[in-house]
């Protein structure tokens, strides 16, 4: 019960920020707004956040969170290469229209300079656990190649997640983060399909461990 318990309360407060970011602003929300928002306390907050930068990171919280919500309403007889990119339409969806793109940006950066853990690239994450089983079920059904790993499969993944997100950022958001990506993700993911060419030949592949 105190795990849950714990879980709860840090969801709460990251629930609370990011809501708070995106209807004022990073500047205008202070800490004593997040803790009232939240229902938590002054102690509770900074027992998990050292101050509001701290919050900057769980933006992979809140991303792994869309995930778990989507995959407890996903068709389970979808095709797996096409629950991916119901994953990542969806995904997209929530960050057009409730992530502020300043914030984006700003974790987006955090992550480059950054000399301790890179949230992002986290293997423990929901969204890489998630990704791994849907990537596995995909070859065990016949429908994603196997003979390249599922871990590549993922990580192919996340990077062109990554890169879409990043030149979303670059370009200030001028255009349409979803409807870009619902052309360009399975045109860069279609070679992991049962039977398409294989997309690594030639080309070498970094460590799994890296995805």
């Not at 004022?24 to 938590?40: A, F, H, K, L, R």
């Amino acid at each position: 019960m105190a795990k849950k318990s714990t879980r709860n309360t840090r969801g709460k407060i990251i629930d609370a920020a990011w809501k708070l970011f995106y209807r004022q602003g990073y500047d205008d929300t202070t800490v004593e707004e997040i803790i009232e928002g939240s229902g938590t306390s002054r102690g509770s907050f900074y027992h998990y956040f050292p101050g509001k930068d701290g919050l900057l990171s769980t933006l992979a919280d809140v991303f792994d969170q869309k995930y778990e919500e989507l995959m407890e309403n996903i068709d389970p007889e979808m095709d797996r290469f096409d629950q991916l990119m119901y994953l990542n339409r969806e995904l997209f969806a929530m960050i057009e229209s409730a992530i502020s793109l300043d914030l984006l940006a700003r974790l987006y950066s955090s992550q480059l300079v950054t000399r301790g853990d890179k949230s992002l690239l986290d293997q423990g994450r929901t969204y890489y656990k998630l990704l791994r089983q849907i990537a596995l079920q995909g070859q065990a059904r016949g429908e994603l190649r196997t003979d390249v790993t599922a871990n590549e499969v993922v990580r192919a993944y996340a990077l062109c997640e990554r890169a879409l997100i990043y030149d979303w950022c670059l370009s200030g958001g001028d255009w349409s983060l979803t409807q870009y990506a619902r052309t360009m993700m399975p045109m860069f993911l279609q070679g992991f399909r049962a039977g398409a060419p294989c997309p690594y030949r030639g080309i070498p592949c970094a460590p799994d461990k890296t995805l």
